[in-house]
């Protein structure tokens, strides 16, 4: 066997014993690198007459695409073995038992907000949704409280950047909603034609400085708004009597409107309701607040308030909630706690 065949079996064995790709790349370099085997032999070349180049060269060629074409067999194997180990890897045992995903479902506070909508659509309400993050007009100062109004006060409010605050109960909605309904029907309002009524809640978050088991930073409210030409406080008894009704599907729920003070309301009154029976029979509990819309409100709608008269009211879904299901910390809404939730599946 000449030199240059064995250089060739060489690098066969050489190629053939390399177990990784960058193995084989390495190995190829001592025979085609610029210091490998073979190129050293062209080089030498160079000394060599005409005739002797001639046949050298070819033999020399010859064993380079020798070793050439065992590389790319080497190659191509190493890549299969790869793919195959692979493949091996990744099979599926079809008779393993199957892992289980469980399903998620509405968070209770979802689903009472659901059951809100469903019951005030069915009474001819919209759903009107707006910005949590509010000026101080919409928030207070339309809505009959000024800046230095003690009712503020009532309120710990979150302020942030640029003068805007975290809206501290849904009431601005009313504002929003009314002053886009009556700009839809300003012609017919100045020509003193009947206007469509205003009949809308406004379900969604709301934000306190406050922390314990009944009070959350972040929590829910849903406001409601009922204006016309003659709609009065019996129709807010009425209203708000049949909601709570559906709400708990209890037909001998008591209600009670309790004289209170809210500056957008005149009168107001905090609805308090009573179950017959189960663990929280005999007690009031509070619901939401209420009451006629103060005529100042009125006006800044963009309303006459010799005209046009209505109701309001804002209740607390989270309380709804915690009263429906028995929960007694509120916190649990908000822990994410996949024990508790899972339960309103
Ligand atoms: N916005 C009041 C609150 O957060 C509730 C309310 C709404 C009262 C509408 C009267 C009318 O306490």
């Not at 109004?149 to 009431?171: C, I, K, N, Q």
């Not at 037909?251 to 017959?276: C, H, K, N, Y």
Request: aromatic share 10%; charged share 20%.
């Amino acid at each position: 066997m000449n030199e240059l065949d064995s250089l060739v079996k060489q690098a066969q064995e050489l190629f053939a014993a390399c177990t990784t790709p960058v193995e084989l790349e390495n190995a190829k370099a001592q025979y085609l690198g610029k210091a490998g085997h073979l190129t050293e032999r062209m080089k030498g070349l160079a000394k060599l007459d005409i005739e002797a180049k001639k046949s050298q060269g070819a033999l020399i060629n010859a064993a380079k695409q020798a070793i050439e074409a065992a590389l790319n067999h080497c190659r191509e194997q190493l890549a299969l073995a790869e793919l195959n180990a692979l493949l091996k890897a990744e099979t599926y045992d079809v008779t393993l038992p199957g892992s289980l995903h469980s399903q998620g479902g509405l968070h209770p506070v979802s689903l009472s907000l659901e059951r809100i909508e469903q019951i005030f659509n069915s009474m001819g309400f919209e759903v009107a949704q707006g910005p949590e993050i509010e000026t101080d007009w919409f928030n207070f100062t339309a809505l009959n409280t000024p800046e230095d109004h003690p009712a503020r006060s009532m309120h710990d409010t979150f302020y942030v950047e640029g003068g805007y605050l975290l809206r501290t109960h849904t009431s601005p909605m009313q504002i929003r909603y009314a002053m886009a309904h009556v700009q839809k029907y300003q012609a017919r309002i100045d020509a003193g034609q009947a206007m469509p009524e205003i009949r809308v809640i406004a379900p969604g978050r709301t934000y306190r400085v406050d922390s314990d088991a009944t009070h959350s930073p972040m929590f829910h409210q849903c406001e409601g708004l009922w204006i016309g030409e003659n709609i009065s406080f019996k129709d807010l008894k009425v209203v708000f009597t049949d909601f709570c009704k559906t709400f708990f599907e209890n037909e001998d729920l008591v209600l009670r409107f309790r004289p209170s003070f809210f500056p957008f309301t005149e009168p107001g009154a905090e609805i308090d309701i009573q179950f017959p029976s189960g663990p929280l029979a005999g007690r009031w509990l509070e619901v939401a607040g209420s009451g006629q819309v103060h005529p100042n409100v009125v006006r800044n709608m963009g309303l006459d308030p010799e005209r046009f008269i209505g109701f309001a009211f804002g209740m607390g879904p989270d309380r709804l909630t915690m009263l429906r299901y028995g929960v007694n910390d509120l916190r649990l809404f908000f822990d994410g706690d996949i024990r508790f939730l899972s339960q309103f599946q």
